[in-house]
């Protein structure tokens, strides 16, 4: 059985992606909370894709739209899973450089602060 895949919409032009990149990542928590809801719809989706093709095996009935259709949602959430995973990624780098700048008291210093906004000590001075 072939698979026929419904014709590509117009996704985003590229000129488009570098600036949705650039905006505020939201909070990491947020993500990985969506990530994991996503997850379990993927599984579920994929468990009731395969009954689904069970049972049109067993009436020797396949309707081929309704599996492209179900195909191409499950490629849709991949999607953004593999967006949420670049977004992890660069909200988890982004924490390994606000962690490594920290005073000796333990405040975060602010990018080309001279001071500690806590105790005062001279950022770099020790
Ligand atoms: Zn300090």
């Not at 993927?42 to 067993?58: N, S, T």
């Not at 949602?73 to 999607?79: D, H, M, P, S």
């Not at 005073?103 to 001279?114: H, M, Q």
Request: hydrophobic share 40%; glycine share 6%; with cysteine.
């Amino acid at each position: 059985m072939r698979l026929r895949r419904a014709p590509e919409t117009p996704e985003e032009t590229p000129a488009a992606a570098p600036r949705a990149l650039r905006r505020a990542l939201p909070p990491p928590a947020h993500l990985r909370r969506e990530r994991r809801a996503l997850l379990q719809v993927r599984e579920r989706r994929l468990r009731d894709l395969g009954g689904l093709l069970v049972e049109m095996y067993r009436r020797d009935q396949f309707r081929q739209e309704l599996l492209v259709d179900r195909c191409d949602e499950l490629a849709k959430l991949e999607e953004r899973l593999a967006e949420l995973d670049t977004l992890l990624t660069a909200a988890a780098s982004r924490g390994r450089v606000r962690d490594a700048a920290r005073c000796e008291c333990g405040a975060p210093i602010f990018w080309g602060a001279k001071f500690c906004g806590q105790c005062g000590r001279e950022v770099g001075a020790a």
